[in-house]
């Protein structure tokens, strides 16, 4: 009983260490609040979820700092345990997609090199994506099990690229089945845009490619203005008619802005 008494005591007092924490950085002191989710992360049990959420927080202060390798390591850590593992994996997602985001144009990734291609990272269950290099010619190889209800998604960041981008392009071929894709923008307020060209049936094995003018996609808001495009949806469609299930292997290559 005294040995619960005390873990009880314990695990109040992180809790209380951890609001100290928040409210010193709500007031704007960085530092102490920084000091104390640190500390938390350092101390506490990896099963402790008052550490899991300390690990998120440090994570945000890091960032702040623009220290990203440091909120890496922190998103990391956070998402191996504890209860604040989602919104980790959703922060760690959109770190991502921010350190490779387009910043000029023309950027079209041929898939040699580095790219900002990647997987929505609440679907990684739903697929993988990798690179193949075939005869010289490297392309992204999208693994994509299907779900009738959430289309598999790829995507890229844009960073308020100069000069502002006038279209999307790729080259696109579905593998062993015919294929359904849609390409989707987001700006910066989180309103999202299609064009009619951004959604195309593949037939199996043979290539498309893909060229959308941005000026012309249309959502809610209006039409699209280049300038505040912030994210690029490549959205695997093809169980929206197909009910068969299983998978669609999509190979993508040059893919980018121009």
């Not at 409210?23 to 960085?30: I, S, T, V």
């Not at 921010?98 to 950027?107: C, E, G, H, R």
């Not at 999307?168 to 294929?179: H, I, K």
Request: with cysteine; aromatic share 6%.
């Amino acid at each position: 009983m005294v040995f619960l008494a005390l873990l009880a005591a314990s695990a109040s007092d992180s809790r209380e260490d951890l609001e100290d924490a928040l409210l010193a950085r709500a007031m704007g002191d960085h530092a102490t609040a920084r000091a104390g989710f640190l500390t938390l992360s350092r101390s506490l049990a990896a099963e402790d979820p008052v550490r899991s959420w300390a690990l998120y927080w440090l994570a945000t202060t890091r960032l702040e700092r623009d220290d990203f390798a440091g909120a890496r390591e922190s998103l990391r850590e956070c998402i191996r345990t504890g209860p604040a593992r989602q919104e980790c994996v959703e922060l760690l997602g959109r770190l991502e997609v921010q350190s490779t985001a387009i910043t000029q144009i023309p950027t079209v990734w041929g898939f040699e090199g580095d790219h900002g291609v990647v997987h929505y990272w609440t679907q990684s269950d739903r697929g993988s994506i990798r690179i193949e290099d075939g005869s010289g010619d490297a392309a992204l190889v999208w693994v994509s099990r299907h779900d009738e209800d959430v289309p598999g998604t790829l995507l890229f960041g844009v960073n308020a690229p100069t000069p502002p981008p006038r279209r999307f392009v790729a080259t696109m071929l579905s593998q062993g089945r015919d294929a359904r894709v849609g390409v989707l923008f987001v700006d910066e307020y989180g309103n999202a845009y299609q064009h009619p060209a951004a959604v195309r049936t593949l037939r199996a094995g043979e290539p498309y490619e893909m060229s959308v003018p941005l000026r012309e996609a249309r959502g809610p808001a209006g039409l699209l203005d280049p300038t505040h495009l912030e994210r690029v949806l490549i959205r695997d469609l093809t169980a929206e008619k197909d009910r068969t299930g299983g998978s669609t292997i999509l190979v993508l290559d040059d893919v980018g802005l121009q």
